[in-house]
């Protein structure tokens, strides 16, 4: 009868392991995944605040139409 009991402790100490294990690698794959989805937004971020940079630049005569398309293809194909 202890064997039984011993065994079914046992099975359940195996299953709360496992469970946690899962509950781990999924958290650290969403973690991954955030981070990934992160660095593409910030990317953006990026983008539009160099363009708006660039543009402002444009705008106050600061460089030529030909330096402002240069630099413009240049931010846009990176």
Do not use: P
Not at 53 to 63: D, E, G
């Amino acid at each position: 009868m202890i064997t039984i009991i011993y065994i079914l402790i046992f099975l359940i100490l195996i299953f709360v392991a496992f469970t946690g294990f899962k509950a781990a690698s999924l958290g650290i794959e969403a973690k991954q995944k955030n981070k990934f989805n992160k660095k593409i937004k910030d990317t953006k971020k990026n983008i539009s605040k160099d363009l708006l940079r660039l543009n402002k630049l444009y705008r106050t005569r600061a460089i030529t139409k030909k330096e402002f398309e240069k630099a413009k293809s240049k931010i846009l194909n990176n």
